[in-house]
């Protein structure tokens, strides 16, 4: 095939006639003189069975588009949706930065000549350290799940010890992760996960459970603030002191978004900090603004242990000019291979840049105030739906913008309930009913600095309807 | 035999060798003196760090204030925990929005994308275009604005194009099932590793604690296995730069769990008796994993299952055109044969007869997968990266793939023709071996020659406007590697520009030893000065906090 007569926008030389220069000029006629290479029988035969390419850009972008079409966003639905990825409020310089094409096709281009996005890179560490209190912010890894997963498989290396200890009531998504990455029974490298009790009443760490379960076999105590189903924790700073007592790492899931107002990680001395960046300004997009950031004191071990990329400033020959390298690169598997600590590759970059960009915008007042927004507006609503007949809030007051709502006394199930809210254009809290079944028919009700009152009053009204 | 990395592999051809030495001296000059080369100015704009910037009480922007529930619920601190009240805000800047505007396009400025640049060096990873096109798809609200976890009802358009997708990846790779989870290529292939350990379990196996994989497969294929608790051991190459069969038959045994390799290997070199490795895996009754996180120099021209693979993976952010993002968000498309299906992790996306739905299908999410592997991220991956790579590829069709592979593999040879022409740069292995989509090279004698290594050539090269290359090349089994890959996104005088900025940077080695080594001289910033703080816990500063803390405020306006 050396002539296809196929030109295509994408690929310059597919032009026959340049196609047959180049091939002329090192002495070839024919591309299957280099194809050759492929034995014959390993050969595709003809062309591959796809279907018929959309050649035109406008009909290509009819195409997609029409198929997007058929979903219905939560612009068009109110949504109240969480428990791992959150509705909030995008500020538009976060879509103008990661739109920027200089960064967006960019990948692993030197400290020279990509100066820029390291430097973005360092100011996302430097303004994501004061946020959580730590020296040390690492290039962000998939998503809070796998964050915390490579983050107990560290403690375990750090520690020389083969057991973490988690809460009973994390969300059954990312236990499923950190249970993968702690590796099965059945293999020599399992790390045991043993849980520890929680409060029915609220939700929060059984300090005692803990206490009686942290030994010198415990290589980290993982919590949450706020936990899977929004509450936060009061006792944080003594969980962290029980972790240590055991000579085991403390390592805090928390929620970006939050600390404006609330305790940053560091204060409480957890040793690991662990959560999702998409609060910071990165759209949902199905799950596709994840990002798992991970942060630590500034102590050799933790850095050497951390699969991830890190990056130190810098000084150049120009007296007072910064740039920015990679520390202690030896040590990923770019460098070593499967004698790393896990691997490192390709994970978030650009929402680290968001994340960066949205912190800057924010400010401290900012950070302050949206977190407020987020815990008035949230309380606002629980305390509107704890009126409805029949709907209680298992778990009471205490969290931050996600709690479980209970439906048992109304006769109706979540199920029932999300479907008579999807006709009326809301998308429902996530059903609890299956993953908690101590918490009855109860969904995780998700409101955040994007749900205005109206949006809420508009929830309970409808509710009030559905319940009737 | 010469040291690896001197000798001269490949086909060699004198009259082309004339050809593009006279080529590389005519282009190897600037533009306005009728040569290819550029006078070339990187964007520096000496930007401060963010942290340096604003006074205080000035606003970026301002998000939603509580107002409008003021009256109902007390003040936020009264509904938090006393105990968990932050005591003093974060030292975040305080900037107003014209100045981040700037601030941030400023940084994007000193940064050479492939939107702004030919990014050829930095193979293995496929650097290609990305078009624009995409990127409005992805950005449209039916696609930003979704909760993974809204009503299956609500998501049926990204559900098809998944599905699609996969049907597609199916074909390209012969291969039954596929999973979008993945949220990287080292991701899917820690996701085969842990499908190996389960379907090996279940069958009751478990003395498999081995996975083989070689030198030259991606650095991921040894790591990630290692994670899922593997024992991981390496082939070297033979004398010709294949995966050595006879060493790979000898350490196959009741104890491997799986084969995971790339073919084409790093070097470029396609495996042409890959069947003759996966029949020996299968024997010894392990999986046969292929790493095709680039396949862009076969796609479509030969498949994973033909070469009896059992599983392989598609960087759908490589060889699918969707952009790396400075590294993310990324797809690891993984593909199974149908025997490992029902171990990929859930939830499996299946099509059910409907006739009320478009197209007569209605997609299903199924969460009831007994034998699934764990989760290996939150919700069902990064579908943004699926909906981009869709449009490419419906863009193209079967012969625009064809014309991607075929492209790539012209384009490829076209460079190496030049390269091999410049003083200091050898090409390893196989005499009389035509590389398909890639070339490690080598430029150890440029070492030997100058003292000056693939480093110094790196950084010396980016003063001609063109990116830098990847390092990930660990050992330097071919000495001071560099792997180029000059995918189909590049014009022919993209090529004779990146080949003619090449052989500068070499003449200026050989030649201009000084200037050289005092490059970069028109990037963005200049030499670096303190390499120690790289290794160094009391001088390194991952943090603007931890900079002022260990090496005072040199720079700091604000000393408060």
């Known amino acids: ?95 103008e930065i990661t739109a920027r094409g200089e960064f967006l096709t960019a990948y692993s281009g030197s400290n020279y000549s990509d100066l820029g996005k390291h430097q973005a890179r360092f100011e996302y560490n430097s303004l994501m350290a004061e946020l959580l209190d730590y020296d040390v912010v690492v290039e962000p890894g998939y998503d809070w799940g796998t964050a915390a997963g490579f983050a107990l498989r560290m403690a375990a290396r750090l520690t020389g010890r083969r057991e973490v200890l988690v809460p009973e009531n994390m969300g059954a998504e990312r236990r499923s992760i950190i249970a993968e990455l702690c590796e099965p029974e059945y293999v020599a490298g399992h790390i045991a996960i043993t849980e520890v009790a929680c409060d029915r009443a609220n939700g929060r760490l059984d300090l005692a459970d803990l206490a009686s379960k942290s030994s010198a076999a415990t290589a980290a105590v993982y919590f949450e603030n706020p936990g899977y189903l929004g509450q936060l924790e009061p006792g944080a700073a003594e969980i962290c002191r029980l972790a240590r007592d055991a000579g085991a790492v403390s390592i ?67 007296a007072g000019e910064h740039t920015f390298g990679e520390l202690l690169s030896g040590r990923t598997s770019y460098g070593v291979r499967d004698q790393a600590p896990d691997w490192v590759g390709t994970q978030t970059g650009l929402w680290a840049i968001c994340a960066g960009v949205y912190l800057a915008s924010l400010g401290p007042q900012g950070m302050r105030e949206v977190g407020e927004t987020i815990v008035r507006r949230a309380h606002y609503a629980a305390r509107r739906l704890a009126e409805l007949p029949g709907v209680s809030l298992p778990l009471g007051d205490g969290f931050f913008k996600e709690f479980p709502v209970c439906f048992d006394d109304t006769g109706k199930s979540v199920a029932e309930v999300n479907e008579a809210l999807l006709a009326r254009g809301i998308f429902g809290g996530r059903n609890l009913s299956v993953g908690y079944p101590q918490l009855g028919q109860s969904a995780l009700y998700c409101v955040t600095e994007v749900h205005t009152r109206g949006d809420i009053d508009r929830l309970v009204d409808t509710l009030a309807e559905v319940l009737s | 035999m010469s040291a690896i990395g001197t000798e001269q592999g490949g086909v060699h051809n004198e009259a082309v060798a004339r050809r593009m030495q006279e080529k590389l001296e005519d282009n190897a000059r600037l533009r306005r003196e009728g040569g290819l080369l550029r006078d070339y100015q990187a964007a520096r704009w000496d930007e401060p760090i963010a942290m340096e910037l604003g006074r205080p009480g000035e606003r970026g922007v301002i998000p939603p204030q509580a107002t409008d529930v003021a009256a109902e619920v007390p003040e936020a601190a009264e509904l938090l925990p006393r105990e968990l009240r932050r005591s003093a805000p974060p030292a975040l800047p305080e900037i107003s929005q014209p100045q981040l505007v700037r601030h941030f396009t400023r940084l994007s400025e000193m940064c050479l994308g492939v939107d702004v640049t030919v990014d050829i060096g930095e193979g293995t990873c496929t650097m290609k275009y990305s078009p624009k096109v995409n990127e ?23 559900l098809e194009i998944c599905y699609r997708m996969s049907r597609i990846l199916c074909e390209i790779s012969g291969l039954d099932e596929f999973s979008f989870q993945p949220p990287g290529g080292s991701a899917a292939v820690y996701g085969f590793a842990a499908i190996a350990r389960a379907y090996h379990h279940e069958r009751g196996d478990d003395v498999r604690d081995e996975v083989v994989t070689t030198i030259f497969s991606h650095p991921c294929d040894g790591a990630c296995p290692a994670t899922a608790g593997y024992k991981v051991v390496t082939v070297m190459p033979d004398e010709n730069g294949y995966a050595d069969l006879e060493a790979l038959k000898a350490v196959l045994s009741e104890r491997t769990a799986a084969i995971m390799i790339t073919n084409p290997e790093d070097t470029g070199i396609f495996n042409p008796r890959i069947r003759e490795y996966t029949d020996a895996a299968h024997a010894a009754g392990a999986l046969c994993f292929c790493d095709q996180a680039n396949l862009n120099g076969i796609l479509g021209l030969t498949r994973a299952r033909e070469a009896g693979f059992d599983a392989c993976q598609f960087n759908l952010h490589k060889t699918f055109g969707s952009p790396h993002g400075c590294k993310g968000p990324a797809t690891g498309a993984l593909g199974v044969s149908s025997k490992l299906a029902p171990y990929l992790p859930a939830p499996h996306l299946v099509a059910l007869a409907d006739e009320r739905a478009p197209g007569g299908l209605r997609y299903h999410l199924d969460y009831d997968c007994p034998q699934a592997i764990g989760k290996l991220r939150a919700f069902l991956g990064n579908l943004a990266v699926v909906l981009r790579a869709y449009a490419w590829t419906m863009s193209l069709g079967a012969r625009g793939l064809r014309e991607v592979a075929e492209v790539a593999v012209i384009n490829n040879n076209y460079l190496e023709a030049q390269l091999r022409e410049i003083r200091g740069i050898g090409y390893p292995y196989a005499p009389g071996v035509r590389r398909l989509d890639q070339v490690r090279y080598s430029f150890g004698e440029l070492k030997e020659d100058t003292g000056f290594g693939t480093t110094d050539m790196r950084t010396g090269f980016c003063d001609f406007g063109v990116q830098t290359w990847f390092m990930s090349h660990h050992p330097w089994i071919v000495p001071e590697p560099f792997t180029p890959e000059p995918c189909e996104t590049y014009s022919k005088e993209d090529i004779d520009y990146w080949a003619a900025a090449m052989k500068t940077t070499s003449d200026d080695a050989y030649e201009s030893p000084q200037h050289f080594a005092a490059a970069p001289h028109n990037q963005s910033c200049h030499r670096i000065r303190t390499w120690e703080r790289l290794d160094d816990p009391r001088e390194w500063a991952v943090t603007w906090r931890a900079y002022r803390r260990k090496h005072g405020a040199a720079r700091a306006t604000d000393e408060e």
């Open chain 2, 136 to 158: 409005l798809l992805a950005r449209s609200p039916k696609m930003s604005e979704l909760h993974p976890d809204q009503p299956e009802e609500t998501l049926q358009g990204i």
């Open chain 1, 1 to 95: 095939m050396n002539d296809t007569g196929f030109i295509h926008p994408y690929i310059p030389n597919s032009v026959p006639a340049v196609r047959q220069e180049m091939l002329r000029e090192i002495g070839l006629t024919d591309v299957e003189e280099i194809l050759a290479e492929i034995p014959a029988n390993l050969r595709v035969p003809g062309l591959l069975s796809l279907p018929e390419p959309l050649l035109s850009e406008y009909d290509l972008r009819r195409h997609v588009q029409s198929l997007l079409d058929r979903n219905v966003s939560s612009a068009e639905c109110l949504n109240f949706l969480g428990g791992g990825c959150w509705s909030h409020f995008v500020p538009a310089l976060c879509d």
């Open chain 1, 252 to 318: 805090a899931g928390v929620d970006p978004i939050s600390l404006g107002v609330v305790a940053p990680p560091g204060s409480y001395r957890a040793d690991i900090a662990v959560g999702d960046l998409q609060p910071l300004g990165i759209h949902m997009a199905a799950g596709t603004g994840l990002s798992g950031f991970m942060a630590f004191r500034d102590e050799e071990p933790y850095l050497a242990e951390c699969p991830f990329a890190i990056y130190t400033i810098l000084e150049t020959t120009v």
